[in-house]
C-alpha cells in the first residue's frame, strides 16, 4: 500500500495561485498513477487531473484545462498541482490520490487516498 499525505492548501483570492503537494510513502516503488480529486461542500467527487506514472501521460478536468498543472518528482516521491487562475468554484477539499491505472482515476475512483487538504478561494 501507499500513504498519501497533501499539504499547501489554504485561503486565497479569485485570480490567485496556490501549490498542492503530496508525499507518498510505503510501496513507492510500485509504478502508481497519482492525481487530485477535488470535493465540494454538499457536492460529489471530482476529479481533476492525474499524471502517469513516467510523468509523460497526463488527463485534466475540463473545469480546470489551462489553469492547472499536475506533475511529479518520483525522487522525492511528490507530485504537485500548480493551481493559477483561481476561481471561487474551485473551493473544495483537495485530495491526492494513487492508483495502478491511469484510467481508473479519469474515472472518478482510485485504490489509495490522502486526508485532503481544503482550498478556498474568495470573490
Known amino acids: 500500500q501507499v500513504q498519501l499525505v497533501e499539504s499547501g492548501g489554504g485561503l486565497v483570492q479569485a485570480g490567485g495561485s496556490l501549490r498542492l503537494s503530496c508525499a507518498a510513502s510505503?510501496?513507492?516503488?510500485?509504478?502508481?498513477?497519482m492525481g487530485w480529486f477535488r470535493q465540494a461542500p454538499g457536492k460529489e467527487r471530482e476529479f481533476v487531473a492525474t499524471?502517469?506514472?513516467?510523468?509523460?501521460?497526463?488527463y485534466y478536468a475540463d473545469s480546470v484545462k489551462g489553469r492547472f498543472t499536475i506533475s511529479r518528482d518520483n525522487a522525492k516521491n511528490t507530485i504537485y498541482l500548480q493551481m493559477n487562475s483561481l476561481k471561487p468554484e474551485d473551493t473544495a477539499v483537495y485530495y491526492c490520490?494513487?492508483?495502478?491505472?491511469?484510467?481508473?482515476?479519469?474515472?472518478?475512483?482510485?485504490?489509495?487516498w490522502g486526508q485532503g487538504t481544503q482550498v478556498t478561494v474568495s470573490s
Open positions: 499524471i502517469g506514472w513516467s510523468g509523460s501521460t497526463t
Open positions: 510505503g510501496r513507492t516503488f510500485v509504478p502508481y498513477a
Open positions: 490520490a494513487a492508483d495502478q491505472r491511469i484510467a481508473t482515476m479519469t474515472r472518478n475512483r482510485s485504490n489509495y
